[in-house]
């Protein structure tokens, strides 16, 4: 069993999730407040842009449906998406509206403010007529649709209702991960997936016992006409209710530690669509739904999971070796409070030869996790010239990965891996014999500096010429 190559419409809020990471070393002396000095700054997918690249890694085909703004943040939201695969053809950007942008600040993998970008978007009957005529075009290709209603104004009464009655004319199941507390505009909807918050502000009291859930979660369904309520519920799982089944069924949370919640909704409203879109049914849907939001949250930010992840047999997720350095922080946190010992090397790795497997083999046998800082092409291109490198940061990096002496890849942007050094601190900093008794960038940030020897006669340089020679 596994999904198949489905078509997935997107309608809803799509937004820029940007992480700025960075060091605390003062307080202000203008106020009393923290002084970040900037190390990186990362740009995800956020908001329904999340849903889409969720679907892609999951082996879908997203198509997205909206209207962001006509800036920066704008254009780059539209280029990401269509990076990862999506079908933009449906997706707008406007002068009228400044696209959704929440930044949060983050230091040593802590997060100690957010900062939003935002204005509602209020629909006119010219864009509800043209989302209509879209709808009519596009409709009979989709396997399944999903409205990731972030509460930003594109999933207002009319549009949701009007994507909701088509889907429903050409039997297609519509997933909706709903805000808000009039869930009437998802009436006819294939399946609804609040969590409790959101269960609550919908039935407008507190609801707490299982008995009240029970009740609540049957009433929302015999309300809106849906075919199935999933309620996500944290810690404990998630909770099924049925159209003409007076009982919930409970799928209890996997075990995982939690890194980060952001997205996990989206992880499970993704795994719904696609299950729905393949016709799985509906208690092996939920069962996969649950284990996809168990390693989402064991993830710093928002983060997709991929088809192989999904449908592992084991319950543990494959390692993913490829981190940013946001993803990083809580990671190496983690580690080092379970005593491990961090080792840190970097270069270049432009034709990864021989000399290069041994030098990770040795550095790898002086703790236990080995991270490797890569150079990105930028930075390869300033340091060794634009004819260099010769195999791109991406492959570079996938390379790397591969060995199992490597346990993490990160790729850095400026010429030395000093920032990244000082913000992961790591306990061992590996180098050639070749820099003993020079300055080694970052040196002051871990507990010591080993020389390691390097294979004679090899160097990528020395490679690349003979290779032109030839």
């Excluded at 970008?117 to 209020?122: L, T």
Aim: aromatic letters at 6%; one cysteine or more.
């Amino acid at each position: 069993m596994e999904f198949k190559k489905c078509n997935i419409l997107i309608y809803g809020d799509f937004m820029v999730d940007k992480y700025i990471s960075g060091e605390v070393a003062r307080i202000s002396p203008e106020a009393p407040v923290p002084v970040l000095k900037v190390i990186s700054t990362d740009l995800k997918l956020g908001g329904a842009g999340n849903v889409a690249n969720n679907i892609a890694s999951l082996g879908g085909t997203p198509y997205v449906m909206s209207v962001s703004g006509n800036d920066e943040d704008g254009h780059w939201l539209k280029k990401q998406l269509e990076r990862i695969g999506c079908n933009t053809a449906y997706f707008e950007l406007s002068d009228q509206i400044d696209t959704i942008c929440k930044t949060r600040v983050v230091s040593r993998g802590q997060q100690f403010i957010r900062i939003d970008k935002e204005q509602p978007i209020v629909h006119s009957p010219i864009n509800l007529t043209k989302l209509q005529n879209n709808l009519t075009q596009i409709i009979r290709q989709m396997d399944a649709i999903i409205i990731s209603d972030y509460g930003k104004g594109m999933a207002d009464y009319a549009s949701a209702s009007a994507i909701i009655n088509m889907a429903r004319q050409y039997d297609i199941p519509i997933v909706v991960d709903p805000k808000g507390n009039d869930y009437s505009k998802y009436t006819g909807a294939t399946i609804c997936t609040p969590n409790m918050k959101e269960l609550m502000d919908a039935v407008g009291h507190t609801v707490q016992s299982e008995e009240e859930i029970l009740s609540e979660g049957h009433n929302l369904v015999k309300s809106l006409n849906l075919k199935y309520l999933l309620l996500t519920r944290s810690e404990k799982g998630l909770s099924l209710f049925e159209k003409n089944r007076m009982e919930k069924r409970d799928f209890p949370a996997v075990p995982k530690e939690v890194i980060d919640v952001t997205g996990a909704g989206d992880t499970v409203v993704s795994v719904i669509a696609m299950g729905l879109g393949s016709k799985i049914d509906i208690e092996m849907i939920c069962k996969l739904a649950n284990k996809a939001a168990s390693i989402a949250i064991s993830r710093f930010g928002t983060t997709a999971i991929t088809h192989n992840e999904l449908f592992s047999d084991t319950q543990e997720k494959p390692e993913r070796k490829i981190l940013s350095q946001c993803e990083a922080l809580p990671v190496i946190k983690k580690l080092k409070e379970k005593g491990k010992k961090i080792v840190f090397t970097n270069g270049c790795f432009d034709l990864i030869h021989a000399g290069h497997l041994e030098s990770l083999q040795a550095a790898k046998k002086l703790g236990d996790i080995l991270i490797v800082g890569l150079n990105s092409d930028n930075s390869i291109q300033a340091l060794k010239g634009s004819e260099r490198p010769v195999i791109k940061e991406n492959d570079r990096a996938s390379m790397l990965a591969g060995l199992s002496c490597v346990n993490y890849v990160i790729v850095f942007d400026e010429l030395t891996p000093e920032c990244l050094i000082r913000e992961l601190h790591p306990n061992i900093l590996v180098k050639g014999v070749d820099w003993k008794n020079k300055p080694v960038a970052g040196s002051e940030f871990v507990d010591r500096v080993e020389f390691i020897n390097l294979k004679e006669g090899l160097s990528t340089t020395k490679i690349i010429e003979r290779i032109k020679a030839l």
